[in-house]
């Protein structure tokens, strides 16, 4: 067990939907990564928030966006979704913002229909 | 160019035997980290072994070794005694530390090795 929780560990939905998917840090870590994998695109960087603003960006599509909160914990928000979406989603944490393990949740795995 | 190349999509290893999942990786940069992680069929990422760019040992955790050379750009993923639960699949990651076109330490993975374990 990493520490890391995310919820809900699946998720069903329909095209056109939107999700949101949440994602609590190990306990004292102030960096969040938000990563997608995909049977055609791999492992993906989209998004990483330190301490509650945002540091970088990889190759989220705008139809997704991300927020850490005041407790450390962080949700990615998915709105109009299509098939190729579809995907496991994953969050992980570390300490520092840079040169520092990340270690991962047990991952979202997301289904649109 | 891909960032972190595993030219072994799969590979098969006796039970008891050692085995060496291969990684190279390119980067201009001169501080950057190294990284195996290993996804079971269950799905969850597991955090194995680390190799800074600095580390001049290899790096070393239980029955996982990383044969580190630098100059070859390759970072080798080495497992003793081989056991059935090692069966999964085990990818290669880096982690550009210089900030060049706006990374804050994000990991970049290699398409992954399948390891099935024979008995």
């Known amino acids: 067990d990493s520490g890391v929780t995310q919820t809900p560990k699946h998720l069903i939905t329909a095209t056109g939907q939107r999700v949101t998917l949440r994602c609590s840090p190990r306990?004292?870590?102030?960096?969040v990564y938000w990563y997608q994998q995909s049977l055609d695109q791999g492992l993906q960087f989209l998004i990483q928030?330190?301490?509650?603003?945002?540091?970088a960006k990889g190759n989220i599509l705008e139809r997704f966006s991300a927020q850490q909160f005041p407790d450390l914990h962080s949700e990615l928000n998915l709105s109009s979704l299509e098939l190729g979406d579809s995907a496991l989603y994953f969050c992980?944490?570390?300490?520092?913002?840079?040169?520092?393990?990340?270690?991962f949740g047990p991952g979202t795995r997301l289904t649109v229909l | 160019a891909q960032k972190i190349t595993q030219t072994q999509p799969g590979m098969f290893v006796q039970e008891k035997e050692a085995v060496t999942l291969d990684c190279t990786y390119d980067?201009?940069?001169?501080?950057?980290?190294l990284f195996w992680y290993k996804q079971p069929s269950s799905g969850e990422m597991i955090f194995l072994i680390y190799?800074?760019?600095?580390?001049?040992q290899n790096a070393t955790e239980g029955r996982y070794s990383l044969n580190f050379q630098k100059a070859r750009k390759s970072a080798n993923l080495v497992i003793s005694a081989s056991q059935l639960g090692d069966s999964a699949m085990y990818f290669c990651?880096?982690?550009?530390?210089?900030?060049?076109?706006?990374?804050?330490?994000?990991?970049?993975f290699g398409k992954g090795t399948k390891l099935s374990v024979k008995p």
């Open positions: 992980a944490s570390s300490v520092h913002l840079v040169a520092d393990t990340q270690y």
């Open positions: 306990s004292g870590d102030l960096s």
């Open positions: 928030y330190y301490n509650g603003e945002e540091r």
């Open positions: 980067t201009s940069d001169q501080s950057y980290g």
């Open positions: 190799q800074g760019s600095y580390d001049e």
């Open positions: 990651a880096m982690r550009e530390d210089m900030n060049y076109g706006g990374s804050q330490g994000n990991l970049i």
